[in-house]
């Protein structure tokens, strides 16, 4: 019984990871998406709406 209760966790904490390791990398994709539509707009000396510079400041403050 023990045996399979340390299997158990073990699979757990594994989940786990896995899902950290998603949010992060999703935060970042979503970060880079942000970051480039903030450059592509600056370059075409188009304004960046508010929205996208408060999204991509609270996506630099969650990454720090």
Do not use: C
């Not at 990871?17 to 450059?39: N, P």
């Amino acid at each position: 019984m023990q045996g399979g209760y340390f299997a158990n966790s073990g699979m757990l904490i594994q989940i786990k990871s896995s899902d950290r390791w998603s949010l992060f990398q999703a935060k970042s994709t979503k970060r880079h998406i942000e970051e480039s539509t903030a450059t592509l707009l600056q370059s075409l000396q188009k304004p960046v709406p508010v929205k996208t510079t408060s999204e991509l400041g609270k996506l630099n403050r969650e990454h720090s």
